[in-house]
C-alpha cells in the first residue's frame, strides 16, 4: 500500500514540475537555515575541547557589588578565587585563569597582535588540551614564577614560522621572554572562557595578584567529584558568597555565581536578565522567522495542487474511497515531498558549511553536521511536512464529490 | 446582417489536420431567427464561433452589419462584440463569485457606462426574463433554468443587434427548455433581435424561421 | 470598474485567505528588515566627529606604584615628551578607557533644575585629546592650563547631552550638578557628538572632565597621532620604549581604524546573515505568489473566455488580474500598517519615528512591486486564451 502510495506521490510531484520545484525550493533553503544555525549553536555551546570535564564543572565568571545608586559588575580577582573559592569543601579542584588580554609582540619587522592568559597549575590538571608538543607548567614552576609558556599551534606558526618542534625555544610576548613548555591545539575564539595564544603562569604577571580586592581579571572553574554533586557546589558557593564582607562602606549586596557552562556562556553581566532567557528567545524569534513564510507558502501550493486534483479526488470518493484515507494519502504524499526537500536541504548544508569553514571567518571555528544537528533538521522537515499538509488535506476531505466530478 | 463567404476553418495539430468547415456560404437577414442543426462534431459550434468573431476562420470573409472583420485588431474586435453581439451559452457561464445584478451588468463594465445606468439596465434586462425577484441572489443558489435565463438577460443588457445561442436548452428540461425559447422568440418578434440558435431540438428548431443543417462540416440544406 | 473588482475579491475571501496572510506576513517581515536598514543607513548617515585615520591606542596598566602624587606626575609628563619628541608622533593625549570604539562603557548621572538624568557616558581626558581625534567645535572652547584653578569645575559636553538638558536653549556657561547634584560643573563648550559605538549605532550624550593631578594614577589609555608612514618598525621601536619606560605594565598597542573595524562587524555581520535569510524568503514568497496566480488563471478559463466573449479585450484581462491581485495586496497591506504604525506610536526599542515611517513607506513600495512582478506573467498568460477554446472546455 505504501509502495503504492509512493509511486503516486511521485507521479503527482513530476505531473506539475513548476509546483514541485518551488515546495522543494522552500523546504530544502529553510532545512538549510536551520541545519547552519544548529551547527553554529552546537559547536559554540556544545563543543568540549578543551573542557571535557564540562559535565562535572562550575564556572564562576563575574561579581557583582550592589549599593544604593551605585553598581559594578566585571570578573574577579585572583585573591577572591584563591582564598574564598578555594575554601570549599566539595571542589576536588579550582582552576584559576585570566580573561584573554591583548598585546603585541614584534618579529622581523613584522607586528603580530596575540592575546595572552594567566593560569594556575590545576587550570591544566580540570581542562584536557591536548598537546601536540610539550606538556604544561607545573606548580613548582608556578610558585618559582618561571617565564615559561605553553602557546597553541597557530601562534607557534605565526611566531617560529616552518620549524617541527618549538618546546625549549623562546617566545618574547609583552616585552618578556618566555620559555615554551607545550603546543597545545588551537581553541576558537567562541570558547572564550578557554580560547588564548599564549598561557602563562599567573606569578609572572605585572599586575598584583595579591590585591585583596574581590574584583580583577580572573575567572575560575571548581571540578567535583561526579555530576551528582553540581548542585551541592553550587549551593556551596552561594552560601559562602552571601557571608562574605563587603569591600565598601557603599556597597550592600554582593552575587556571584558559580554556574552550568551554558548558562556562564551566556551571562549577560546582570543580575536581572538571565542571559539564558534571552538566548532562548531570540533563537525561538528567529526560528520562527524563518519558519513561518515557507510553511504559508507550502499550505498555499498544497491548497491550490489538491483543488487542481479535485476531479481525481471525487473520482476516488465515487468507487469508494473514505475521507480518512484521501487525507492519509495526501499526508504520505506530503512527508514524502518534505523529505524530498530535506535532503537536498542537508546535501546543501553540508556544501554551505564546507564553504564556510574554508572562508575561515571565525579562526578555528569548523562547523560540521552530526547527529544532533541531523535529528534536528528531520524533526524540522517532519513538522514543516505535517503542518503543511493538513489543513489542505482538511480542506479536501470536504470536496463533495458530485461538485468535484463536475469541474466547471 | 451576417454575411458569410466561403469560410473554411482547419484545425491543425502536431500530428492531424481536421478540417471542421470546408466552404461555408451563408448569409443571415435582419431580424432573421436561425436554427443551425447537425449531429455531433459536424462543425455547428464552430460555425457559431465564427460567427461571433470568437475565432477567426482559415479561409474565407466574414461581413456583420456590412462591415468587414479581417483587418479589425484585438482591441477592435473586443469592442465590436461588447456593441454588437450577445452570447448563449449550453452552460450558463455564470460567475459564481458575483451576484445575479454583477452578472448581468458584465458586457456594460466594458463600456463607458455609469454605474446608475449599469443598475438600470441590468434591472431592466432581468426583469425582461422574468427574474426581478432574484436579483440579489448567487448562481449557486439558482436552478438550471434561472441560470440561463440570467445568462439571456446578460446576452441582452447591451442591446445588442445579434444574439448567438449555443445550444441554450441543451442542460434544461423541456419546461424551462420551452420558457428559454419563449424569450428568445419574444426577443426576436419585438425587439427585432437577429438571433442564430445551434440545437439539438428538432422541436424548438420548427419553432424559429429558417433551419440550416450541417454535416461534416458543410451545409446539406 | 475598481468596485467590481473589489466585489469579486471580498465574495471569495476564503479561497483568498491564505494568499492575504502571505501577503500580510511578508510585509511584517520586510516592514522588520527595512526598520533595522533604516536605523543603520540614518545612523551612517551622522558625522563621524572624529577622524580615526592614524590614530593608535596605547593600552597600559599598573605602570608606577609611586606615591608621591607630583613625582608621578612628573614620570608621565616625562614620558609624554619622549613620546612627543619622536618624529613620527603628531599628537599624544592621555584618556580614560571609555575610548572610541571600544567596548568599555563609564556612565554617570548629571542633574540640572533638581531633576536628575542617568547612562550620560563620563569621558576623563587632557588637553589635548580633541587634536588626537580632530573632534568638532560646536561652541565654546576645549580645556586649557587655566583650568585647573577654576572656581566650578569646567566641562565640555556634546551636542546631544546639550539637547537632552537644554532642549533648544544655551548651554555654554550654563551650570549643572553631578549625579548627587554636590558638585558644580561649568559647561565650557559644546563638541559634535563621536559615533563612539561604530558607523552604524546612533551617538550617545557625552560629558568631558577635564585630567587632575591625581588621574594619572589610575588613567590607562594613551591616544597618538602619528604620521601617515608610522609603519610597523617605528611600531615596535615605539613598543619598546613604553616598555622599558612602564617595566610593570603589560603595553598593547592597537590602531583606531582597526578598533572599528571590529566593532562594525558587531552590527554588520547579523545585518548580513539577517538579509540573506529575509533574501530567501522573499524568493520563496514570489515564487509561491506566482504559482497560486498562475494557478487562479488556470481555474478562470471559462470566466476569462467569457469576458473575452462579452467585449473585454486582451489588455482589459490581464489588467483585472494585475488589479485584483494589487487589491488583494492592498488589503493586506492595509492591515500590516496598522501593526506596523504601533511601533513608532508606542516607541519600540526607542528608535526615531522617522526610521519607522520610512521603513513602513519602503516596505509598502516593496510588497507592492513584488506582487505586481508576479501577477504581470500570470496575467499576460490570462489574455492569450482563446476565449473559443476556454468557452467550449469540459
Not at chain 1, 544537528?373 to 463533495?400: D, E, H, Q
Not at chain 2, 500530428?15 to 435582419?30: N, P, Y
Amino acid at each position: 500500500m505504501l509502495k503504492n502510495y509512493f509511486k503516486i506521490a511521485i507521479a503527482v510531484l513530476k505531473r506539475r514540475k513548476f509546483f514541485t520545484f518551488i515546495s522543494l525550493f522552500g523546504i530544502s533553503f529553510t532545512l538549510t537555515i536551520l541545519i547552519v544555525l544548529t551547527s553554529f549553536i552546537e559547536k559554540a555551546v556544545g563543543d568540549d575541547y578543551p573542557d571535557r570535564k564540562r559535565d562535572r564543572s562550575l564556572y564562576i565568571t563575574r561579581m557583582e557589588e550592589d549599593g544604593p545608586g551605585n553598581m559594578s559588575s566585571g570578573s574577579l580577582s585572583f585573591y577572591f578565587l584563591s582564598h574564598y573559592a578555594g575554601s570549599l569543601k566539595i571542589p576536588i579542584k579550582l582552576g584559576i585563569s585570566s580573561a584573554p588580554n591583548g598585546t603585541n609582540t614584534y618579529i622581523r619587522d613584522k607586528k603580530i597582535s596575540l592575546y595572552y592568559k594567566y593560569t594556575n597549575a590545576d587550570y591544566w590538571n580540570i581542562l584536557d588540551y591536548d598537546f601536540v608538543e610539550g606538556k604544561p607548567f607545573n606548580r613548582q614552576q608556578v610558585d618559582n614564577a618561571e617565564k615559561v609558556a605553553v602557546i597553541s599551534e597557530d601562534m607557534k606558526r605565526e611566531y617560529f614560522g616552518d620549524e617541527s618542534s618549538v618546546v625549549g625555544k623562546y617566545i618574547e610576548a609583552d616585552n618578556v621572554k618566555y620559555r615554551v613548555m607545550g603546543v597545545v591545539g588551537n581553541v576558537p575564539v567562541t570558547s572564550y572562557m578557554t580560547f588564548s595564544d599564549i598561557y602563562l603562569p599567573y606569578t609572572v604577571s605585572k599586575t598584583d595578584y595579591r590585591d585583596k580586592g574581590y574584583r580583577g581579571g580572573y575567572t575560575g572553574i571548581l571540578l567535583a567529584k561526579s555530576e551528582a554533586d553540581l548542585p551541592k557546589m553550587h549551593e556551596e558557593y552561594e552560601q559562602m558568597v552571601q557571608k562574605v564582607p563587603m569591600e565598601r562602606k557603599d556597597f550592600e549586596h554582593i552575587y556571584s555565581h558559580a554556574d552550568t557552562y551554558i548558562r556562564a556562556f551566556l551571562d549577560t553581566g546582570s543580575e536581572e536578565r538571565s542571559g539564558l532567557t534571552y538566548a532562548l528567545v531570540a533563537i525561538a524569534i528567529f526560528v520562527l522567522f524563518v519558519m513561518l513564510l515557507p510553511t504559508l507558502n507550502l499550505v498555499n501550493i498544497n491548497v491550490t495542487r489538491i483543488m487542481e486534483r479535485s476531479s481525481e479526488i471525487g473520482v476516488r470518493k465515487a468507487f469508494g474511497a473514505s475521507s480518512r484515507t484521501l487525507v492519509f494519502q495526501f499526508i504520505v504524499e506530503n512527508l514524502i515531498l518534505t523529505l524530498l526537500g530535506g535532503l537536498i536541504g542537508v546535501l546543501l548544508s553540508v556544501i554551505i558549511l564546507q564553504v564556510i569553514n574554508r572562508a575561515n571567518l571565525i579562526a578555528n571555528l569548523t562547523l560540521s553536521i552530526n547527529f544532533t544537528v541531523l535529528f534536528i533538521g528531520l524533526i524540522t522537515c517532519l513538522i514543516f511536512g505535517l503542518l503543511s499538509g493538513v489543513y489542505p488535506a482538511w480542506r479536501m476531505s470536504k470536496l463533495n464529490v458530485v461538485n468535484a466530478l463536475k469541474t466547471s | 446582417m451576417i454575411l458569410l463567404q466561403n469560410i473554411q476553418k482547419v484545425y491543425r495539430t502536431d500530428t492531424v489536420e481536421t478540417l471542421a468547415l470546408s466552404s461555408i456560404s451563408m448569409e443571415v437577414e435582419k431580424g432573421e431567427f436561425l436554427s443551425v442543426m447537425g449531429p455531433s462534431g459536424c462543425g455547428k459550434s464552430t460555425l457559431l464561433n465564427i460567427m461571433g468573431l470568437l475565432d477567426a476562420p482559415t479561409n474565407g470573409n466574414i461581413k456583420i452589419d456590412d462591415q468587414d472583420t479581417d483587418h479589425l485588431s484585438d482591441t477592435q474586435l473586443a469592442q465590436f462584440r461588447n456593441k454588437k453581439l450577445g452570447f448563449i451559452f449550453q452552460s450558463y457561464h455564470l460567475i459564481n463569485d458575483l451576484k445575479v445584478l454583477d452578472n448581468v451588468e458584465l458586457p456594460l463594465l466594458y463600456r463607458n457606462c455609469s454605474e446608475k445606468q449599469r443598475k438600470q439596465l441590468a434591472t431592466a434586462a432581468l426583469e425582461k426574463v422574468g427574474l426581478s425577484n432574484r436579483v440579489k441572489h448567487f448562481p449557486t443558489q439558482l436552478s438550471g433554468g434561472q441560470k440561463q435565463r440570467v445568462a439571456i438577460a446578460r446576452a441582452i443588457v447591451g442591446q445588442p443587434e445579434i444574439i448567438l445561442a449555443d445550444e441554450p436548452t441543451g442542460n434544461l428540461d423541456s419546461a424551462m427548455g420551452s420558457d428559454v425559447m419563449e424569450i428568445l422568440l419574444y426577443l426576436n418578434k419585438n425587439e427585432g433581435t437577429t438571433i442564430v440558435m445551434v440545437t439539438h431540438d428538432e422541436h424548438m428548431a420548427r419553432k424559429t424561421h429558417r433551419l440550416v443543417r450541417l454535416f461534416d462540416g458543410s451545409q446539406v440544406q | 470598474m475598481i468596485k467590481h473588482l473589489f466585489k469579486l475579491i471580498w465574495n471569495k475571501k476564503k479561497q483568498n485567505f491564505l494568499l492575504f496572510t502571505e501577503m500580510l506576513v511578508s510585509f511584517l517581515v520586510i516592514f522588520a528588515v527595512f526598520t533595522l536598514l533604516v536605523y543603520y543607513y540614518q545612523n551612517y548617515k551622522k558625522p563621524m566627529g572624529l577622524a580615526y585615520d592614524n590614530v593608535w591606542v596605547v593600552d597600559y596598566n599598573n605602570a608606577f606604584q609611586t606615591e608621591n602624587t607630583d613625582s608621578l606626575d612628573q614620570l608621565y609628563v616625562t614620558l609624554a615628551q619622549n613620546i612627543r619628541s619622536l618624529p613620527q608622533v603628531e599628537g599624544i593625549s592621555f584618556t580614560s578607557d571609555n575610548i572610541p570604539f571600544a567596548q568599555n562603557q563609564n556612565t554617570g548621572g548629571i542633574t540640572y533644575n533638581n531633576k536628575r538624568m542617568d547612562n550620560i557616558n563620563w569621558y576623563t581626558v587632557d588637553d589635548d585629546y580633541p587634536e588626537v581625534l580632530h573632534m568638532q567645535l560646536l561652541e565654546g572652547r576645549w580645556f586649557n592650563k587655566a583650568d585647573a584653578i577654576a572656581k566650578d569645575k569646567p566641562i565640555v559636553i556634546n551636542s546631544d547631552l546639550k539637547e537632552k538638558i537644554f532642549g533648544q536653549d544655551n548651554a555654554l556657561g550654563k551650570t549643572i550638578g553631578d549625579g548627587d547634584n554636590k558638585q558644580k560643573m561649568k559647561i565650557i563648550g559644546v563638541f559634535q557628538p563621536i559615533k563612539i559605538k561604530g558607523d552604524f549605532a546612533s551617538t550617545e550624550a557625552g560629558l568631558y572632565s577635564r585630567t587632575d593631578t591625581g588621574s594619572y594614577r589610575w588613567l590607562g589609555k594613551i591616544l597618538l597621532l602619528v604620521k601617515p608612514d608610522a609603519d610597523a618598525a617605528f611600531e615596535g621601536g615605539l613598543y619598546k620604549l613604553l616598555a622599558n619606560y612602564m617595566k610593570n605594565s603589560n603595553i598593547e598597542i592597537e590602531h583606531l581604524t582597526n578598533k572599528r573595524k571590529n566593532i562594525n562587524y558587531f552590527t554588520l555581520v547579523p545585518m548580513i546573515v539577517l538579509l540573506i535569510v529575509a533574501g530567501f524568503l522573499i524568493v520563496n514568497v514570489a515564487l509561491g505568489l506566482f504559482g497560486v496566480l498562475w494557478y487562479n488563471i488556470n481555474q478562470r478559463r471559462g470566466e476569462i473566455g467569457l469576458r473575452r466573449a462579452v467585449g473585454a479585450s486582451g489588455k482589459s484581462v490581464s489588467g483585472q488580474l494585475v488589479s485584483e491581485s494589487m487589491i488583494l495586496a492592498t488589503f493586506a497591506l492595509f492591515i500590516g500598517s496598522f501593526f506596523a504604525v504601533q511601533f513608532p506610536l508606542l516607541n519600540v526599542f526607542d528608535l526615531p519615528t522617522s526610521v519607522y515611517l520610512t521603513a513602513i513607506l519602503l516596505s509598502l513600495v516593496f510588497i507592492y512591486l513584488l506582487v505586481l512582478l508576479c501577477s504581470l506573467y500570470p496575467g499576460k498568460q490570462a489574455a492569450a486564451i482563446y476565449p473559443a477554446v476556454a468557452l467550449h472546455e469540459e
